[in-house]
């Protein structure tokens, strides 16, 4: 393992010292802690089962699903995140610094052991959906610290457990595991409010994916055609070649139960629309935070808080932006 680790550290050129590839084939092996082994045995888990992780840019929070007894998936945690930039929408183009969105799908060859940022995995980003529309951009990655140009910062202690439930579930036959980044929340309050978003086309398409979710439990598959997503179809000849392209004849396996989701949301959401609900204006410059982590450099300041969420005080990322608030309300 070590000298697979000396190998590839040598070509990436992160570090170069042996003692250096010893710590990190220490970080990378980290055992999940105890106490989630235990809550995983409360809720019907085992280390190995599949795992599943969602992203909420606005409520800077990431979740990890793992599958149960029952088959289903199920919330094992939902981590704080420290940071993430740009601002609600898609990354488009190298340097925009653009945090994802989208669904994405890690293997085990996107655990990065010897990161910059403690440990990380990569998210694959562009898909080839993004790819298709010329989308640009490299290593957007799930990190530590608290500094992100694109990333997800979890800080040291946070990617540190949520590497460990990846790295055994990928352990444990799971092939690839699916992320699943989106602005917020895909909830008819939410929705109402960023109606006016020049991004809310690409929001209602993602929605698709997240209802599936919501709904079943189970991970949706994922296609891409007609330059959006398309899940849980069944396509004549395969999965179609160009996601620019129409997509060919298919069979839908949309529930009964999902299309109902849909359908009460949408009401839910005109409603609130012709009730009056203010359209969200969104104010910041760069990204955000979780609200702990706000109060925490609000008090503390930007080179305490950089103590406390990484080994090696990465510095917070553009601190003053990331202590104003995501988004205002439009009267």
Known sequence: MVALLVLSIVISGCVTSVSNVLDVDSKATQPIPAKLI?????????PAA????????????????????????ALLKTYPMCRWSGK??????NGDR???EGFYHVTAGMLNPASQYYLSFNLGYPNRLESALGYSGEALMVHGACSSSGCFAMTDEGV??????????????????QVEAFPFRMTPQNMAKNRNDPNFNFWL?????????????????????ERRYVFNSRFE?????DPLAACPPSTSSMLPAVASRDEADLLAMNKLVSAGAGASVHAYSDGGMHPSFRKLLDRRGPKKLA????TNSVPVSRPDAALADPHIEDE
Do not use: H
């Not at 000849?237 to 070649?241: F, Q």
């Not at 103590?307 to 990484?310: C, F, K, N, V, W």
């Open 50 to 73: 599949p795992v599943l992780v969602r992203i909420f840019k606005d409520e800077s929070e990431l979740e990890i699903w793992k599958r149960d007894r029952s088959g289903r998936f």
């Open 237 to 241: 000849g395969g999965e179609p070649a």
């Open 160 to 177: 540190a457990e949520i590497y460990a439930i990846a790295r055994e579930a990928l352990k444990g036959g799971q092939a690839s595991f």
């Open 88 to 93: 609600l929408g898609p990354k488009t183009k």
């Open 205 to 225: 398409n993602l929605k698709q994916g997240y209802d599936f979710f919501e709904v079943t439990r189970q991970q949706p598959s994922v296609s891409y055609c």
């Open 307 to 310: 103590e406390m969420t990484s």
């Open 38 to 46: 235990a809550e995983m045995s409360k809720k019907g888990m085992s």
């Open 98 to 100: 653009q945090a994802p």
